[in-house]
């Protein structure tokens, strides 16, 4: 009785109607779902946000460039190239990147205001934008798999790790859900 008292007692917290049963015509009703394990389930990844000079420490250390149309990094400011509140997993995502292509990465998009919306946004730190390159190009095409085109037409390309990596007119635009092995 212990049992079905804590299986009611979890189905009411978890907002659900329980019927228990009792003598033979509980035998006969249909199995029901195991009761949750006393573990509490694993927390989500927490995501560790960073600055602009942090990010760039990052990136100078590895050999990562960055450029801005505007020549600046206010966040606010379309025309500029900004890391402030990057994610630190794309930050990490950038140096795998570069790591693992052997290729010159130059970021000329990050955090800064002007790009699409969404969760995975460049905004919230989810996104980073490269200049194209010969070698970025093959690297990409020829080491992660092919899944279609984005809305946009963009060609999309997943890695390993599952970060995308969609080929924009101009650039690379890559959307990092995790740091790519680092």
Not at 2 to 8: E, P
Not at 113 to 136: E, I, P, Q, R, V
Request: glycine share 12%; proline share 4%.
């Amino acid at each position: 009785m212990r049992v079905r008292s804590a299986l009611t007692a979890l189905a009411l917290v978890a907002g659900a109607s329980v019927g228990v049963a009792a003598g033979p015509a509980a035998q006969a009703a249909p199995t029901a779902p195991a009761a949750p394990s006393a573990q509490a389930a694993p927390a989500a990844p927490l995501i560790t946000k960073i600055s602009h000079s942090q990010a760039t420490s990052m990136f100078r250390s590895s050999g990562i460039t960055w450029s801005s149309s505007g020549g600046c990094s206010d966040r606010n400011t379309p025309a500029c190239t900004s890391f402030e509140q990057l994610n630190l997993a794309s930050a990490q995502g950038a140096q795998t990147l570069k790591s693992a292509s052997g290729c010159a990465l130059n970021v000329t998009g990050g955090t800064e205001t002007g790009h699409a919306g969404g969760t995975y946004s460049h905004w919230n730190g989810y996104k980073l934008d490269y200049s194209l390159s010969n070698c970025l190009n093959g690297y990409v095409t020829g080491s992660f798999a092919y899944i279609g085109r984005r809305g946009d037409g963009a060609a999309m390309y997943e890695s390993g790790s599952g970060n995308i990596y969609a080929r924009e007119s101009n650039h690379w635009d890559v959307t990092y859900y995790n740091c790519g092995g680092c």
